[in-house]
């Protein structure tokens, strides 16, 4: 009993995280290389960090995600080291240990798997396939809108249609925090019920702080402030401070070249999105598509990061969630298929012969399996059916 209990749990998967193959993988495969062969013909360039690091890359100084979202180990010398839950702190160090002296912008994409830890699945893996871009050494509202832009012509080249890009400015938060005088607690916990749109819980929060009555009301208006570029126009009536002027100021700036791109139709605005991340710095963005039940891609400004780790630069980036994505566009029956050059070549006693159809199916293209046949053709066609082939030969 207890072997046949064994048995059957190592044939399984722990929770979060799943085995994909066949057809399934050969789309999510297509679908990175659609949305590479974008990254790429903006001039971004390959890079590849370590799938773990030290505890500290990720820490709390960092601002990325909770120590126990985090997957740790030891190393031998007794060094905490964790798996990678986020691409962005890895670029940033990797940037400021090749590139300390270099002025120029920096463009990197890069795919890979990360792993979060966490009990809150809500049907979401811990284990997920991302693909992103970072553009370092840029402060400019143009890098900005290229970000967006490339994220959406991104989206487009994967085939998928009808999404939005929802763009927030998270200096806009923190200005109307920091006028009102609040401490980096109440900020921690005001920030969770702004993204939530959860205004009673806000309000609560900050009533018998000694908050002036007009802070709190502006602090509230932010979840109302979501929609059309004209938001922005209200934005500015609510901002109390020269710091959340500028930030309405920059996505105006942002608004006017994502129009020169021809993304505009893509793009709305949302000025209560405040990410968990405590790196992001400015313009921050998410994409939504119908069939997903969160966003599909995020990114924003982290001017402060590579700090961090040494460098003075600002930064921008996304990221897209693949399988989100993926998962996305096959409940909307339009993920698509790549091209299905597989052939299944079967002999009976001449392998010579078999070996000669193989040959010629590859020159041709093809990607050919060249197999003796010893059951009936039936099999074989469902065998084929099964694995993605497109034909079988049989000589």
Same mark, same amino acid.
């Given at each position: 009993?207890?072997?046949?209990? /064994?048995?059957?749990?190592?044939?399984?998967?722990?929770?979060?995280?799943?085995?994909?193959?066949?057809?399934?993988?050969?789309?999510? &495969?297509?679908?990175?290389?659609? =949305?590479?062969? !974008?990254?790429?013909?903006?001039?971004?360039?390959?890079?590849?960090?370590?799938?773990?690091?030290?505890?500290?890359? =990720?820490?709390? @100084?960092?601002?990325?995600?909770?120590? !126990? @979202?985090?997957?740790?180990?030891?190393?031998?010398?007794?060094?905490?080291?964790?798996?990678?839950?986020?691409?962005?702190?890895?670029?940033?160090?990797?940037?400021?240990?090749?590139?300390?002296?270099?002025?120029?912008?920096?463009?990197?994409?890069?795919?890979?798997?990360?792993?979060?830890?966490?009990?809150? /699945?809500?049907?979401?893996?811990?284990?997920?396939?991302?693909?992103?871009?970072? /553009?370092?050494?840029?402060?400019?509202?143009?890098?900005?809108?290229? *970000?967006?832009?490339? &994220?959406?012509?991104?989206?487009?080249?994967?085939g998928l249609t009808k999404f939005q890009v929802s763009v927030g400015q998270i200096d806009f938060f923190k200005g109307l925090c920091a006028h009102a005088g609040l401490d980096e607690d109440t900020v921690y916990v005001l920030r969770e019920f702004i993204s939530n749109r959860n205004t009673f819980g806000a309000k609560e929060h900050l009533l018998g702080k000694g908050i002036p009555e007009s802070d709190i009301d502006a602090i509230l208006k932010i979840s109302e402030l979501f929609g059309s570029v004209d938001i922005l126009d209200e934005a500015m009536k609510i901002?109390?401070?020269?710091? $959340?002027?500028?930030?309405?100021?920059?996505?105006?700036?942002?608004?006017?070249?994502?129009?020169?791109?021809?993304?505009?139709?893509?793009?709305?605005?949302?000025?209560?999105?405040?990410?968990?991340?405590?790196?992001?710095?400015?313009?921050?963005?998410?994409?939504?598509?119908?069939?997903?039940?969160?966003?599909?891609?995020?990114?924003?400004?982290?001017?402060?990061?590579?700090? %961090?780790?040494?460098?003075? $630069?600002?930064?921008?980036?996304?990221?897209?969630?693949?399988?989100?994505?993926?998962?996305?566009?096959?409940?909307? !029956?339009?993920?698509?298929?790549?091209?299905?050059?597989?052939?299944?070549?079967?002999?009976?006693?001449?392998? !010579?012969?078999?070996?000669?159809?193989?040959?010629?199916?590859?020159? %041709?293209?093809?990607?050919?399996?060249?197999?003796?046949?010893?059951?009936? *053709?039936?099999?074989?066609?469902? =065998?084929?059916?099964?694995?993605?082939?497109?034909?079988?030969?049989?000589?």
């Amino acid at each position: 009993m207890i072997m046949d209990f /064994l048995g059957k749990r190592l044939v399984h998967t722990p929770e979060g995280v799943r085995d994909i193959y066949g057809k399934e993988y050969a789309s999510k &495969l297509h679908i990175q290389n659609l =949305f590479h062969d !974008k990254l790429s013909s903006f001039g971004y360039q390959d890079i590849q960090t370590p799938t773990f690091e030290f505890f500290d890359v =990720f820490g709390r @100084e960092v601002g990325t995600t909770p120590s !126990k @979202e985090l997957y740790k180990f030891f190393d031998k010398e007794g060094n905490t080291l964790v798996l990678r839950p986020d691409f962005t702190p890895s670029i940033a160090r990797c940037a400021a240990k090749y590139f300390m002296d270099e002025t120029i912008p920096l463009r990197f994409c890069y795919v890979g798997n990360n792993y979060i830890n966490t009990n809150n /699945l809500q049907g979401k893996l811990k284990e997920t396939t991302q693909m992103g871009a970072e /553009l370092i050494g840029d402060a400019s509202p143009e890098a900005d809108a290229e *970000m967006i832009a490339m &994220l959406v012509e991104s989206l487009q080249n994967v085939g998928l249609t009808k999404f939005q890009v929802s763009v927030g400015q998270i200096d806009f938060f923190k200005g109307l925090c920091a006028h009102a005088g609040l401490d980096e607690d109440t900020v921690y916990v005001l920030r969770e019920f702004i993204s939530n749109r959860n205004t009673f819980g806000a309000k609560e929060h900050l009533l018998g702080k000694g908050i002036p009555e007009s802070d709190i009301d502006a602090i509230l208006k932010i979840s109302e402030l979501f929609g059309s570029v004209d938001i922005l126009d209200e934005a500015m009536k609510i901002a109390n401070n020269e710091k $959340s002027k500028k930030a309405i100021e920059r996505l105006q700036q942002v608004y006017e070249r994502l129009k020169l791109y021809g993304v505009e139709q893509y793009i709305s605005f949302d000025l209560a999105m405040v990410s968990k991340y405590n790196y992001y710095t400015g313009v921050i963005f998410s994409a939504y598509t119908y069939q997903a039940g969160s966003a599909i891609a995020k990114g924003g400004r982290y001017d402060k990061l590579l700090e %961090k780790f040494g460098k003075t $630069s600002p930064a921008t980036g996304f990221v897209v969630i693949i399988d989100d994505l993926m998962a996305a566009m096959q409940r909307q !029956k339009i993920c698509p298929e790549p091209e299905n050059k597989n052939v299944l070549v079967l002999y009976q006693t001449d392998f !010579k012969q078999g070996l000669a159809t193989a040959f010629d199916y590859r020159k %041709k293209g093809y990607a050919t399996t060249l197999m003796k046949m010893e059951k009936d *053709m039936e099999s074989y066609q469902e =065998f084929a059916a099964n694995n993605h082939y497109i034909k079988v030969v049989s000589v």
